[in-house]
């Protein structure tokens, strides 16, 4: 049987506040978008007892065996919600531990398309809830689209009328998600009770943060020195790690502006990942 063939979006965080704590998981509230960048998936049904899945591609090191797909079909194969058995070939192209949302989005897509393609069979209502048995952030990537993610886990899908062209960067070094929350010691008030679409203009944006940050910045020196370096770029419009790191974006309104920026970076930081993206 050939191959079917689908992207995984990386994710990213313009605006992030914790707003509170629920028992393990704390509670945000965000302005989230998508960017072109993605893995490469491919899903076939196969002949075998168990499911094989695969890592292939430049971020392929280092994948724990228990990851987000295993924990998805593990899930999937205790509710008995399919008989057939897939393998999964998953080109990262996405860094993991970079606040990306490259693992989290690869189960919402593979879910989306399970579901789509009518492998699984899931009432509506039972989706989020096994979403969020892999990972708080998996639900996210069943939208793929720019939205608010409101304290509620409430999820508004605004789409984005003005593309912004991104400069990522990360150090060589990833963050770990549970060890950045693990110090989080002050709460926020929730700022995105209305929405509008002014929420994803750069210069609201420009007044917002990402509450994760300043922990990041203090733990780690480098991602402090990189965060500096980008700030100081003058025709960058913002300049924000996204969700908890180890990733720097600096924001701009064209490519050019982007590219060359690109030069000064990968001049400064050679052994730094540098991926020019944009948001879709």
Known sequence: MSYYKIKSHAKINLALNVVGKAKKLHKIESIVAFLDLHDEIKIRKINYKNHKIRFIGKFSNGINSKNTISKLFDIIEKKKLQKSKFEIIIKKNIPSKAGLGGGSMNAANILNFFIKRKFIKIKKNEIK?????????????????????????????????????????????????????????????????????????????????????????????????????????SKAELVRMTGSGSAIIAYFNSAEKCKEAEKKVKKQFRNYWCKISKTI
């Open 129 to 233: 809830e096994l979403s969020n048995s892999i990972g708080s952030d998996v639900f996210l990537g069943l939208y793929s689209k720019s939205l608010i993610l409101k304290k509620n886990n409430f999820v508004k899908i605004l789409p984005i009328k003005k593309k912004f062209y991104t400069l990522i960067v990360k150090p060589g070094f990833g963050c770990s998600t549970k060890e950045i929350y693990s110090k989080v010691k002050k709460f926020y008030k929730p700022e995105f009770n209305s929405i509008s679409k002014d929420l994803f203009d750069l210069k609201f944006l420009k007044n917002k943060k990402n509450d994760l940050e300043k922990i990041v910045l203090q733990e780690y020196p480098k991602v402090r020195n990189l965060k500096f370096f980008l700030d100081k770029l």
